[in-house]
């Protein structure tokens, strides 16, 4: 079972820029992909974006198309998520997971780093 640990959560003004960041260890050779998530208050977890661990090919949710890119540092077992023009509408908890396979299924999380964004 992989851990994965996120940081780089804060309190920024609408229109700033953040960067969250996951560092995976335990049997990082079982990485197929790693996603970014989030659940705002009273709300379901919603799916931000997501990277294959080989190729570096990202995607994303409508939501963040366009102001967020995510990354990886495959020698450094870590996956990122740049944010920028933030909006107090991105406000919540965000976790980072991982994927053994192609498959829709993560199979490990992080325990969340909160990002809130002032109005």
């Known amino acids: 079972q992989l851990q994965l640990v996120e940081s780089g959560g804060g309190l920024v003004q609408a229109g700033g820029s953040l960067r969250l960041s996951c560092a995976a260890s335990?049997?990082?050779?079982?990485?197929?992909?790693m996603g970014w998530f989030r659940r705002a208050p009273g709300k379901e977890r919603e799916f931000v974006a997501a990277?294959?661990?080989?190729?570096?090919?990202?995607y994303y949710a409508d939501s963040v198309k366009g102001r967020f890119t995510i990354s990886r540092d495959n020698t450094k077992n870590t996956a990122y998520l740049q944010m920028n023009d933030l909006k107090p509408g991105d406000t919540a908890v965000y976790y980072c997971a991982s994927r053994r396979s192609a498959g829709p299924t993560y199979d490990d999380w992080g325990q969340g780093t909160q990002v809130t964004v002032s109005s």
């Open positions: 990277i294959t661990w080989k190729s570096g090919w990202g």
């Open positions: 335990g049997p990082t050779f079982s990485i197929y992909g």
